[in-house]
């Protein structure tokens, strides 16, 4: 049974940082690009993070570059999520995804 499990959203001021984490269970996890979105209210969903297999390759979202960083760690079946100098239009709900199934999600919410 596949299983991502999301952890580490909270309610943070603007300008401070989260880590999220996702956990993997269930299918070959070093073989797969693992990915974080998030879904803001009345927005679309939207791609924050990618990382490849190896982990050597990443890409971002234009909107969070030099401020997330996504890392993994096959040994663990981990991926995570560094997010700096947050700012309210980070406030979302985010997802894992890998293997073409979907974490129940994890609320971030930048506010004063």
């Known amino acids: 049974q596949v299983q991502l499990v999301e952890s580490g959203g909270d309610l943070v001021q603007p300008g401070g940082s989260l880590r999220l984490s996702c956990a993997a269970s269930g299918f070959t996890f070093s073989g797969y690009f693992m990915s974080w979105y998030r879904r803001a209210p009345g927005k679309e969903r939207e791609l924050v993070a990618r990382i490849s297999p190896s982990g050597g390759a990443t890409t971002y979202a234009d909107s969070v570059k030099g401020r997330f960083t996504i890392s993994r760690d096959n040994a663990k079946k981990t991926v995570d999520l560094q997010m700096n100098s947050l700012k309210p239009e980070d406030t979302a709900v985010y997802y894992c995804?890998?293997?073409?199934?979907w974490g129940q999600g994890t609320q971030v919410t930048v506010s004063s």
């Open positions: 995804t890998g293997a073409y199934y």
